[in-house]
């Protein structure tokens, strides 16, 4: 059985750090490549980054470039979010995701997602 689940999220105040966790089980993490959305409140739900089964190569939406790094250890079956310079726009439900190749277009599998508040 497929499992994504998030942890980490909670209150940070603006310019500060959080980092997020999924711990993923049930499937062949190493050859998936992991993604990580969010959805504000009243919003879309929106693509903020992924990452190669590998670990070699991530992608970000360009509001959170040089702010957010995506990692992963494969070893532990855990992909990261490193947000750091946080800004009260960041404020969302954070959800993991996984989808068998890089280029693929759907996600097949998510997580139930964290929340992330951020204060002015």
């Known amino acids: 059985q497929v499992q994504l689940v998030e942890s980490g999220g909670g209150l940070v105040q603006a310019g500060g750090s959080l980092r997020l966790s999924c711990a993923a089980s049930?499937?062949?993490?190493?050859?998936?490549?992991m993604g990580w959305f969010r959805q504000a409140p009243g919003k879309e739900r929106e693509f903020v980054g992924r990452?190669?089964?590998?670990?070699?190569?991530?992608y970000y939406r360009d509001s959170v470039k040089g702010r957010f790094t995506i990692s992963r250890d494969n070893a532990k079956n855990t992909v990261y979010l490193q947000m750091n310079s946080m800004l009260p726009e960041d404020t969302a439900v954070y959800y993991c995701?996984?989808?068998?190749?890089?280029?693929?277009?759907?996600?097949?599998?998510w997580g139930q997602g964290t929340q992330v508040s951020v204060s002015s």
């Open positions: 995701a996984a989808r068998s190749t890089w280029t693929a277009i759907n996600f097949d599998y």
């Open positions: 049930g499937f062949m993490f190493s050859r998936y490549t």
């Open positions: 990452i190669h089964g590998s670990g070699s190569m991530t």
